[in-house]
């Protein structure tokens, strides 16, 4: 069968799912690292502006892994069982609710804009206009992330990653060329600014789906989502199902972002550089966590074929393999972070505090990346068992406990405080899901 993880060295079957996964996830990651280079020629509150509507577009993709988890995880238990049937069922419903979510969600992004920016308080005038631009683009066009994250999981499901490495490929080069031809406006090109970044990933997601589905039609190779209809009407069965699994991580990653936005909040206290730190952090923090959630993804569908065939040996195997390959990594990030954290800096800012206050960030956030790159290929673990109402529980727990712990660190140390609550919540969520994973298969044997 195409596709099927359940046979073959554990180590070479996993690395060749993970590894196009992972290029592709670095490949978001220079999506992003692309977008902040160009930005932050404009300056730093052009910068704060696409980090607040960024903030949005993260609170979409928690919506969205309701269908892509739900899918993922049915397609690929479905086809370790080897009922091939059912997975085309839960694929293409997966499908249907990924494009009417994600129309829902660009419709009420449209009608709010102004009270969702309001949410941030930010008191820079041209922060304010640049953040209202990009929401209006970026979310009002959201469907194409929508459908990209859930055709992404559910070609994972089958054991194929490599198509949708070629297609965000296609799409990074797309969005290389746009950027600076958009932003910064070149030959006939107008300069748009942030309204430019908007357009040129908008225009990047939208490619990177398209070449997914002609990838659908033309490939000769059996696939779950041939004949996938929009229209048909979703059976009961499949969509509890896909709800059952993907409720719990739709609701743990929107609370993450809601969580996140509060603490943006906080942060906007301390000015546009501030925010501009935040949100650029994160994305050079992408390097670690999108590998990280690359590998958990790939991990994803190996334990879910593997649990669906009943073979709990290669589960356990398989992660620990995991385990080892994405901690390595993490702890090299940390160093990198730690120790040369100013030339990093000067990549996107340009201005004496901004870059003072981005190599405080990366230093502090440095000590926790191996425990959060640890923490996310144990979250792809945990759903692959079907587990995710679990993984809601623990990440929504100690991810809240920020907020309180920024309050009291803030008043102790300032803005280095809330970085420290953030740094050490997840060196205690790597931790307990490490702990929590080898419990529970322990206790299935």
Known sequence: MEGNLTKGPILKTLTKLAVPIMASSFLGTLYNITDMAWIGLLGSRAVAGVGVG???????????????????????????????????????????????MGMAYAILSLLFTRQMVGF?????????A???????IACGLIVFSFMTLTLTGLY?????????????????ATNM???????????????????????????AQAIVMSIMIVGIVIQKKENVLKGTRLLAKIPREYLQGICKIGIPTAIQGMAYCAISMVLTRMISGYGAEAVATQRVGGQIESISWNTADGFGAALNAFIAQNYGAGKNDRVKKGYKASLWTVGIWGLLISAVFICIPEPIARIFFHEPKAIATSVEYLIIIGFSEAFMCVELTTVGALSGLGRTRLCSIISIAFTSARIPLSIILGGIMGLDGIWWAISSTSIVKGIIFTCTFLWLTRKRR
């Open 177 to 203: 060329v746009l950027d600076p031809v958009l932003i910064l406006g070149v030959g006939m090109f107008p300069k748009l600014g942030v309204v430019g970044a908007a357009i040129a990933t908008v225009t």
């Open 156 to 172: 994972t499901a089958q054991g194929d990653s490599k198509t949708p490495f070629i297609a965000n490929l296609v799409g990074l």
């Open 54 to 100: 960024g903030m949005f577009t993260w609170l979409s993709q928690g919506l969205a892994a309701m269908a892509r988890m739900g899918g993922q995880v049915h397609v690929a238990q479905c086809i370790g069982r080897g009922d091939r049937e059912r997975a085309h069922g839960f694929a293409q419903a997966a499908v249907q609710l990924a494009a009417f």
């Open 130 to 136: 640049a953040a209202m631009s990009y929401t209006r």
């Open 120 to 128: 941030f308080q930010l008191a820079d005038a041209q922060a304010h």
